[in-house]
């Protein structure tokens, strides 16, 4: 069974940083691209980041490039998201997500193979 299983979420003050891991399970990891998508309240999911199957190329949302890192380690079948000087603009359910394909993430917001159940990172002001 392929399991994604997002950590790190909480609530944090603007400017603060978070780190949310996602621990992937049941695929060969490093045959797909992992990226991270979020979700606010009332507002459709879109696309934060995404990084290549052995971690050579990332591509991020304008809205987060500067301030949040995606990564990966294959050996532990991880993908992380690093978001520092985070805004209240930030808060969403963030969702792990995993596709062999790296193709046009930015407009694939439900079409990835996998998805991770999410964790909520709330920022106050």
């Known amino acids: 069974q392929v399991q994604l299983v997002e950590s790190g979420g909480g609530l944090v003050q603007a400017g603060g940083s978070l780190n949310l891991s996602c621990l992937v399970s049941?695929?060969?990891?490093?045959?797909?691209?992992m990226g991270w998508f979020r979700q606010a309240p009332g507002k459709e999911r879109e696309f934060v980041a995404v990084i290549t199957w052995s971690g050579g190329s990332t591509e991020y949302t304008d809205s987060v490039k500067g301030r949040f890192t995606i990564s990966r380690d294959n050996a532990k079948k991880s993908v992380y998201l690093q978001m520092n000087s985070l805004k209240p603009e930030d808060t969403a359910v963030y969702y792990c997500?995993?596709?062999?394909?790296?193709?046009?993430?930015?407009?694939?917001?439900?079409?990835?193979?996998?998805w991770g159940k999410g964790t909520l990172v709330t920022v106050s002001s």
């Open positions: 997500a995993a596709d062999r394909s790296v193709a046009g993430w930015s407009r694939r917001v439900y079409g990835m193979e996998y």
């Open positions: 049941g695929l060969t990891f490093s045959n797909y691209g």
